[in-house]
Structure formats: structure tokens, C-alpha cells
């Protein structure tokens, strides 16, 4: 028994396919023999390519239905709409009186002596 070979391999050399040769009997044909199944390879990834597309399909319908659900006013109003919008926030103001606050104030029910309210900790 020799000892310098690959277990397993004793007396067959390897040949240009890279498979270890059977001598006389090995088949001439092996390294074409990947070609056996080709019809199921090609079956394979025909059908990984067709799944691939439908998946893009139906992600590209999922974000179509997301833009109509979001409101976009560029999109989703005429000129007369955007007009009346910005009208509408132009008209928006904040006051800043110190008699409302004061007003405020006094109506409010809450007690003037707790503490002050720290978010995340525990009283």
C-alpha cells in the first residue's frame, strides 16, 4: 500500500478533467457528462428568471398603489387648490401674548408644585 497517493485513490492517476481515471474502462465521455442534464439546468433557471420577473412585477404595482394612496398636491390638486392651500397657511399665525399665557395660567388645574416631568424616569 502505498503511502504518498490520496486515500481512496491508490493506482488511478488523475486526467485533464480532473477526475481520477479508471484505467482502460473509464468513460471517454465524462467530462461531457455535466451535458446529460442540461434541458433540466436550462428548466431551472428559466423558471428562477421568470420568478425573479414576477417579484419586480409585483413590486413595482406595490409602490404604484403607495403613490396613490400618499397625497401629493403637485399631483393631487389643480392650480385653483394649490392657490386656496397656500392662501390657507398664509392666513395661519401664531400669537404670542403674554396676557393668554398669564390667563392660562390661572385657569389651569394642574398642581404648581410637582415636580418637574423628566421623560424615562421613574418618580
Known amino acids: 500500500m502505498s503511502q504518498s497517493g490520496a486515500p481512496g485513490k491508490e493506482g488511478k492517476e488523475p486526467v485533464a478533467n480532473g477526475h481520477a481515471g479508471e484505467g482502460n474502462d473509464a468513460n471517454p465521455f465524462a467530462e461531457y457528462m455535466w451535458m446529460e442534464n442540461e434541458e433540466e439546468y436550462n428548466r431551472q433557471?428559466?423558471?428562477?428568471?421568470?420568478?425573479?420577473?414576477?417579484?419586480?412585477?409585483?413590486?413595482?404595482?406595490?409602490?404604484?398603489?403607495?403613490?396613490?394612496?400618499?397625497?401629493?398636491?403637485?399631483?393631487?390638486?389643480?392650480?385653483?387648490?394649490?392657490?386656496?392651500?397656500?392662501?390657507?397657511?398664509?392666513?395661519?399665525s401664531v400669537s404670542d401674548h403674554h396676557s393668554n399665557l398669564e390667563e392660562v395660567a390661572r385657569k389651569s388645574i394642574l398642581n404648581p408644585e410637582a415636580k418637574e416631568f423628566v421623560p424615562g424616569k421613574k418618580y
Open 45 to 92: 433557471v428559466e423558471e428562477e428568471l421568470l420568478e425573479q420577473e414576477f417579484l419586480e412585477r409585483c413590486f413595482q404595482e406595490m409602490l404604484e398603489e403607495e403613490d396613490q394612496d400618499w397625497f401629493i398636491p403637485s399631483r393631487d390638486l389643480n392650480n385653483q387648490g394649490v392657490g386656496q392651500l397656500q392662501q390657507q397657511l398664509n392666513s395661519l
